[in-house]
């Protein structure tokens, strides 16, 4: 096996070792994504694997240190986790109880935050069968409760013992609970935050959510005609994008520009309004004006740059729909990255809880039970944080490589018709090749995202500590990392997209990438603004009118308690399909648009053909045509000059 994988015995079709400082020349009669690669960045790849071993180290000691059980379903005062059979903590008597009938934790005092998720030790935490559902006042209501299965009262007291001191019994009176995230929380406590928290303990209590699902129940064959309908949307959308791709590109723009003259307009009339009517807003909407006005004339003067690139984009989104239309199954990448994501998302999530929660059982002198936490895994939550920031971005990585690495193939194929399997052949030319580089670059976007992390947490923890220089510096750095993030996705987008067309690391690739597309400022800006933008309007429109259809459809079920469950079900069923649809695309655009830079400058459309379709090749020969008119003008000029300057001297 060569590295990376390949057989040996195969001659040619070998993995060749990549030798440092070499560079891959790239042959004069280039035809596509390079056959013969090397594996790049091994060092990454090995980096990866390695960190991911350690990230299994960190999840042995979660789990065999952690219950996540613990925070989610809550815990008594004496180490028992409400709903579950628990194991006997050591000098502990009332542990080690069947817990299984008793899933709400119950607490005495009612100013004691902690004992709302089980992390205090002063106050007494009960797991109970159910909340009282009315004020209590005397010991009488506390023993007939106990009587009907709800004990409020330590396990280890006989009923005819109760006394409310606030030990054995709760204190009187006893105010009715509602349950919220398993605990019995007093419905006077949610109404004491002008009624915020109540509405949340509605939206989590169990009725509310019975008739939620009794909905869905209902509702699910109506649920699933709407995300049918949105994936028909995305599919008009698609074909809109390609067919119609100028007309609503110009639309797109003409709306952009009327609504930016209108709301400055707007905002300049009600400063007007506000002088005239001595208003107490007059100087703020002056500055909003003034700054609406610059913001508009800056927007005018991009598109009157940026015009004659327009052209470009259009042609490039109608190119990324004949691809997506040869190549239907591009549009399943996103779905399969989804699926890993959640999966990933689920590992990454319950581990943590489980770190959270790691600890050893300490009793303290009121008999009470607390954990201490592990000091190993308390430092390596952000071990643990980093791997999930790198793992998202390593399948993202790989779904931009293999997108582009199809499109690619499909841009640089004459005749169509003869490809063969462009999907699978870039997803094993990234498995067998590039996984290394596709680390790398995840592994520049994880460590800036958790550098975010990191300020954030900084941020938080000197709140209205160190003084507004301070926290207006940390404000400042928080955004220069914001953009920094940005313009390296950016570059890492492009990157991907020259290791899948030739075959470089990651450093060479980014390096390229970054060249040609300062080299085409002006194209990049027009299809990152104009193009974006569309994108946007495309799935802001599939949403809309699944939601009109949903409304349609469902206003005559008398059925539903709910009514907007099923749409709302649908709407975000409709975008993340039109989400995969259009993160398709816009990979799509994106690659033709490289391949196309890179086909303008290897060929010269006489002596060596453009691969980039006719209504490409109009474009460039359009663009050639006038830059020769421009040259020629010029030189024109420049002769009458020098004729005047002939004259003026005899």
Request: glycine share 8%; aromatic share 12%; proline share 3%.
């Amino acid at each position: 096996m060569g590295c990376c994988g390949g057989d040996a015995d195969h001659g040619d079709n070998r993995v060749k070792p990549f030798k440092s400082g070499e560079d891959q020349e790239v042959p004069d009669d280039f035809d596509g994504p390079l056959s013969e690669r090397s594996c790049r960045d091994v060092f990454f790849l090995l980096l990866f694997l390695a960190f991911w071993g350690g990230m299994g180290y960190v999840t042995y000691l979660a789990l065999v240190g952690g219950n996540m059980f613990r925070l989610l379903y809550g815990m008594d005062s004496w180490g028992n986790i409400c709903g579950v059979k628990n194991d006997v903590i050591t000098n502990v008597s009332l542990s080690g109880k069947d817990m299984t009938s008793k899933q709400y934790l119950f607490f005495y005092e009612l100013t004691d935050l902690g004992a709302i998720f089980g992390t205090s030790a002063g106050s007494v935490r009960l797991c109970v069968k159910g909340c009282p559902t009315g004020n209590i006042t005397d010991v009488a209501d506390i023993q007939t409760l106990a009587h009907n299965g709800t004990v409020l009262c330590r396990y280890d007291v006989p009923i005819t013992s109760y006394v409310a001191d606030g030990v054995t019994c709760p204190t009187l009176p006893v105010l009715k609970s509602s349950p919220f995230l398993n605990r019995c929380v007093p419905d006077s406590l949610t109404s004491g935050v002008d009624g915020a928290l109540s509405s949340v303990s509605d939206v989590f209590s169990a009725n509310t959510w019975k008739t939620i699902l009794k909905d869905i129940e209902l509702s699910w064959k109506d649920v699933l005609i709407l995300v049918a309908i949105g994936f028909g949307f995305s599919l008009v959308m698609t074909a809109l994008m390609r067919f119609f791709a100028a007309v609503i590109i110009y639309l797109a723009i003409t709306v952009f520009v009327l609504g930016s003259l209108g709301g400055t307009g707007y905002l300049w009339y009600r400063w007007h309004s506000e002088k005239t009517t001595a208003g107490q807003n007059e100087q703020t909407f002056l500055i909003a004006a003034i700054c609406t006005s610059i913001v508009t004339a800056i927007i005018l003067l991009l598109l009157l740059i940026m015009r004659k690139r327009i052209g470009l984009v259009v042609q490039l989104f109608q190119e990324a729909g004949k691809a997506i239309a040869r190549m239907p199954l591009l549009l399943l990448q996103p779905v399969w990255t989804t699926i890993a994501t959640m999966v990933i998302a689920a590992y990454w999530v319950v581990i943590f809880l489980y770190i959270y929660t790691a600890g050893t059982p300490v009793v303290q002198s009121n008999g009470h039970v607390t954990f201490q936490n592990d000091d190993l895994l308390q430092k390596l939550v952000w071990y643990h944080v980093f791997g999930g920031l790198w793992m998202l971005q390593f399948l993202i990585g790989c779904q931009h490589v293999t997108i582009a690495g199809a499109v690619a193939t499909w841009f640089f194929t004459r005749d169509k018709r003869k490809m063969k399997s462009p999907i699978s052949t870039s997803m094993m030319r990234l498995i067998r090749y590039h996984l290394g580089s596709v680390a790398f670059g995840a592994m520049i976007i994880a460590l800036i995202q958790l550098a975010r992390i990191i300020l954030a947490y900084i941020q938080s923890r000197l709140k209205g500590r160190a003084g507004p220089v301070v926290d207006f510096l940390l404000k400042c750095l928080a955004c220069c990392l914001w953009c920094f993030e940005k313009v390296m996705k950016f570059i890492n987008r492009n990157a991907y997209i020259m290791i899948a067309i030739y075959g470089y690391n990651f450093c060479k690739s980014a390096q390229r990438a970054f060249s040609v597309l300062v080299s085409n400022a002006l194209r990049v800006a027009a299809i990152n603004s104009i193009g974006d933008f569309c994108l946007f309007l495309g799935k802001a429109a599939v949403v809309a009118a699944t939601v009109v259809v949903g409304i349609e459809l469902l206003k005559n079920r008398t059925d539903l308690t709910y009514y907007p469950v099923p749409i709302v079900l649908g709407a975000i069923g409709a975008f993340l399909i039109a989400h995969c649809f259009f993160t398709v695309y816009e990979m799509a655009i994106d690659t033709i648009f490289l391949c196309f830079c890179e086909d303008e400058e290897r060929n010269d459309g006489v002596t060596k053909p453009y691969y980039c379709s006719v209504a490409l090749r109009d474009y460039l020969q359009n663009q050639e045509r006038a830059i020769r008119t421009k040259k020629a003008k010029k030189q024109q000029k420049q002769q009458q000059g020098h004729e005047n300057d002939g004259y003026v001297y005899e």
